[in-house]
């Protein structure tokens, strides 16, 4: 699913007016019917509802709402901003028919204005759309911040008003919607932490826009879908053997951290690669070849890994969980990226090294991926004010080393070094415990060992990790899970996948 611009969903509104023979108000009415839909669905239209409205074409949407809930017999009172000026065309002419119809409308001038609002009144934020792109001020300000106040649910039609579509809002008031009705594809902004709070849960309504249009605009921001994910997938050839997927390693483990290896091998095997050896420091040794006996075991060093010897052999090569960050895994990170130029995935431990040795940048080898959290993103290249200017930063910084990027989180995003962002759509909060970092990097590991390209292994990887995730939160609750169940869940993503 491409996210677009502001500006790219104005143009795809135009599109589809020109190319459907419609006119603006024509999609006004088909967003408003969506929303109708919607609320008879989940049985909203029980409650009082009371829309407010700026005088935009946000508001119009909320004018040609109540015109449809009024004719089908359900009560609304309709309020509006007034700003002391017109409204865009579409607006008046809503408010025009609805004046036909119902002397329930109010305009709010100050704050004296303000309903008093029933325990079941229903609130649909219709105040600003998309299009706003500065902090709200005077009585739209106050009105926000009285219907934050009051409790009660609230559905904000196409974006919470005060929001932002594309940059931070940290500072303004926002309303807090319980829901979000938005139009035909996702907003950039519904995909941050900072907005949660904001966002509530997302609704996406089909307003029938130009599939040609989406097809051809191209978009910076995609949001990976099972339907993209399944186009990925290498179908595997009924005489294949086990060299056809490839020789997995995994750098990992060092005393009192060897969970992380086996974690790490357990998910690369699971992940479909042909075979996997595992360079772990001899204190290891017995850990990984008893719980792991798939996985062959090479030595390196005591407590920690060590300098290692002829790694050019392997298709793919993860680096990283529970290393440690001594000096001599410095020293190993320099010899591998010498010998290995290609196929490295560098996490955790690996990532700490790289932020507390700057010299190791202009080592690594290009097309690298990295796999760091929040937190390591900051330790490796500086503070960020906030969710935009920490994704602005990753794409910078891809495109600075051409490496890939795999920013963590709830939407997980997969910087390209060209700018390209895909954000990934599986995964619950049940996750957020230790050890999913290392199963992780074993998936995508084993994928790219596999001959999965780069962007191919890290966008499987990642939805395949939060599937196998969704499917372990059913079974064992979200608080309950943890990475081991993930890993045993695997091979029921794949089978969904693969279906």
Same mark, same amino acid.
């Given at each position: 699913?491409?996210?677009?611009?502001?500006?790219?969903?104005?143009?795809?509104?135009?599109?589809?007016?020109?190319?459907?023979? %419609?006119?603006?108000?024509?999609?006004?009415?088909?967003?408003?019917?969506?929303?109708?839909?919607?609320?008879?669905?989940?049985?909203?239209?029980?409650?009082?509802?009371?829309?407010?409205?700026?005088?935009?074409?946000?508001?119009?949407?909320?004018?040609?709402?109540?015109?449809?809930?009024?004719?089908?017999?359900?009560?609304?009172?309709?309020?509006?901003?007034?700003?002391?000026?017109?409204?865009?065309?579409?607006?008046?002419?809503?408010?025009?028919?609805?004046?036909?119809?119902?002397?329930?409308?109010?305009?709010?001038?100050?704050?004296?204005?303000?309903?008093?609002?029933?325990?079941?009144?229903?609130?649909?934020?219709?105040?600003?759309?998309?299009?706003?792109?500065?902090?709200?001020?005077?009585?739209?300000?106050?009105? %926000?911040?009285?219907?934050?106040?009051?409790?009660?649910?609230?559905?904000?039609?196409?974006?919470?008003?005060?929001?932002?579509?594309?940059?931070?809002?940290?500072?303004?008031?926002?309303?807090?919607?319980?829901?979000?009705?938005?139009?035909?594809?996702?907003?950039?902004?519904?995909?941050?932490?900072?907005?949660?709070?904001?966002?509530?849960?997302?609704?996406?309504?089909?307003?029938?826009?130009?599939?040609?249009?989406?097809?051809?605009?191209?978009?910076?921001?995609?949001?990976?879908?099972?339907?993209?994910?399944?186009?990925?997938?290498?179908?595997?050839?009924?005489?294949?053997?086990?060299?056809?997927?490839?020789?997995?390693?995994?750098?990992?483990?060092?005393?009192?951290?060897?969970?992380?290896?086996?974690?790490?091998?357990?998910?690369?095997?699971?992940?479909?690669?042909?075979?996997?050896?595992?360079?772990?420091?001899?204190?290891?040794?017995?850990?990984?070849?008893?719980?792991?006996?798939?996985?062959?075991?090479?030595?390196?060093?005591?407590?920690?890994?060590? =300098?290692?010897?002829?790694?050019?052999?392997?298709?793919?090569?993860?680096?990283?969980?529970?290393?440690?960050?001594?000096?001599?895994?410095?020293?190993?990170?320099?010899?591998?990226?010498?010998?290995?130029?290609?196929?490295?995935?560098?996490?955790?431990?690996?990532?700490?090294?790289?932020?507390?040795?700057?010299?190791?940048?202009?080592?690594?080898?290009?097309?690298?991926?990295?796999?760091?959290?929040?937190?390591?993103?900051?330790?490796?290249?500086?503070?960020?004010?906030?969710?935009?200017?920490?994704?602005?930063?990753?794409?910078?910084?891809?495109?600075?080393?051409?490496?890939? =990027?795999?920013?963590?989180?709830?939407?997980?995003?997969?910087?390209?070094?060209?700018?390209?962002?895909?954000?990934?759509?599986?995964?619950?909060?049940?996750?957020?415990?230790?050890?999913?970092?290392?199963?992780?990097?074993?998936? =995508?590991?084993?994928?790219?060992?596999?001959?999965?390209?780069?962007?191919?292994?890290?966008?499987?990887?990642?939805?395949?990790?939060?599937?196998?995730?969704?499917?372990?939160?059913?079974?064992?609750?979200?608080?309950?899970?943890?990475?081991?169940?993930?890993?045993?869940?695997?091979?029921?993503?794949?089978?969904?996948?693969?279906?």
């Amino acid at each position: 699913m491409k996210i677009f611009t502001s500006t790219q969903i104005k143009n795809w509104d135009a599109a589809t007016i020109k190319e459907q023979h %419609i006119l603006s108000i024509d999609l006004m009415e088909r967003a408003a019917n969506s929303c109708f839909e919607w609320l008879l669905r989940y049985n909203f239209t029980q409650r009082q509802i009371h829309i407010f409205c700026g005088k935009g074409n946000n508001g119009g949407d909320g004018l040609a709402l109540a015109r449809i809930l009024l004719g089908n017999k359900i009560t609304v009172t309709v309020h509006i901003i007034e700003s002391g000026k017109s409204g865009t065309p579409d607006f008046q002419e809503n408010l025009r028919l609805l004046h036909a119809i119902t002397t329930d409308i109010h305009f709010i001038q100050a704050e004296s204005f303000f309903p008093a609002l029933e325990n079941n009144s229903l609130i649909i934020d219709a105040l600003f759309g998309t299009g706003l792109s500065r902090p709200t001020d005077g009585i739209a300000l106050q009105t %926000i911040e009285f219907l934050n106040k009051t409790a009660l649910p609230v559905i904000s039609l196409d974006i919470p008003s005060g929001l932002y579509a594309e940059k931070s809002t940290k500072g303004n008031t926002v309303i807090s919607a319980t829901h979000t009705l938005s139009f035909q594809n996702y907003k950039l902004a519904f995909l941050f932490p900072e907005n949660e709070l904001f966002v509530g849960t997302v609704h996406l309504l089909n307003i029938g826009l130009s599939k040609d249009y989406e097809t051809r605009q191209p978009a910076q921001y995609e949001l990976s879908d099972i339907d993209i994910i399944k186009g990925i997938i290498k179908p595997r050839n009924k005489f294949a053997h086990k060299g056809n997927f490839g020789h997995a390693a995994l750098v990992a483990g060092s005393y009192g951290m060897m969970g992380a290896a086996v974690l790490a091998a357990a998910s690369c095997l699971r992940a479909g690669t042909g075979k996997l050896t595992c360079i772990v420091p001899s204190c290891g040794y017995v850990v990984i070849q008893t719980s792991v006996p798939e996985a062959m075991c090479r030595i390196s060093g005591n407590q920690f890994v060590g =300098i290692i010897e002829d790694t050019g052999s392997y298709s793919a090569i993860g680096i990283g969980p529970g290393i440690g960050v001594q000096e001599e895994t410095a020293q190993m990170l320099t010899k591998v990226f010498s010998e290995h130029p290609g196929g490295l995935l560098l996490d955790a431990d690996a990532l700490n090294c790289m932020a507390q040795d700057e010299k190791l940048f202009s080592e690594l080898p290009p097309g690298t991926v990295i796999t760091p959290h929040p937190k390591e993103l900051e330790r490796l290249f500086g503070f960020t004010e906030n969710d935009f200017e920490r994704l602005q930063l990753a794409i910078n910084k891809a495109a600075a080393h051409d490496i890939y =990027i795999v920013l963590k989180g709830h939407y997980t995003a997969i910087i390209t070094p060209r700018g390209k962002v895909y954000f990934n759509s599986t995964g619950n909060a049940g996750m957020a415990k230790a050890g999913m970092g290392d199963v992780l990097t074993g998936i =995508i590991t084993g994928l790219m060992a596999q001959q999965y390209s780069l962007p191919e292994a890290a966008m499987l990887g990642v939805y395949l990790h939060g599937l196998a995730g969704d499917i372990a939160a059913e079974k064992y609750s979200q608080p309950g899970m943890q990475a081991g169940d993930l890993i045993n869940c695997i091979p029921e993503a794949w089978k969904l996948l693969s279906s």
